[in-house]
């Protein structure tokens, strides 16, 4: 059985940072992309970051140079530390085994809510 388990998540002011995990199981993890994503209130999923299985990265032009996706395969955890926070950058934050777009392969976890106030 495929779970996706993610912490980190809190309340933070604009401009200050979180460290997100997700940690794997299920899967054997070094061997896929894997994906950060984020749905706001009222708002469809999307996708802010990716990773390869060979490290390679790619972000969403709204978290590009605040953002940054890394993953450790022998913990099967795949992070994402997130600088400069904006208020825009509040949702619900998951991963999910990257499959293309704003899709995941697997079952969603339940996430970790994520909110920029003052």
């Known amino acids: 059985q495929v779970q996706f388990v993610e912490s980190g998540g809190g309340l933070v002011q604009p401009g200050g940072s979180l460290r997100l995990s997700c940690a794997a199981s299920?899967?054997?993890?070094?061997?896929?992309?894997m994906g950060w994503y984020r749905q706001a209130p009222g708002k469809q999923r999307e996708r802010v970051a990716r990773i390869t299985s060979g490290d390679m990265t790619n972000y969403a032009d709204s978290v590009k140079g605040r953002f940054t996706i890394s993953r450790d395969n022998a913990k099967n955890t795949v992070y994402l530390q997130m600088n400069s926070l904006k208020f825009e950058d509040t949702a619900v934050y998951s991963c999910?085994?990257?499959?293309?777009?704003?899709?995941?392969?697997?079952?969603w976890g339940k996430g970790t809510l994520v909110t920029v106030s003052s």
């Open positions: 999910n085994v990257y499959i293309g777009g704003n899709l995941g392969m697997f079952n």
């Open positions: 299920g899967i054997i993890f070094s061997i896929y992309d």
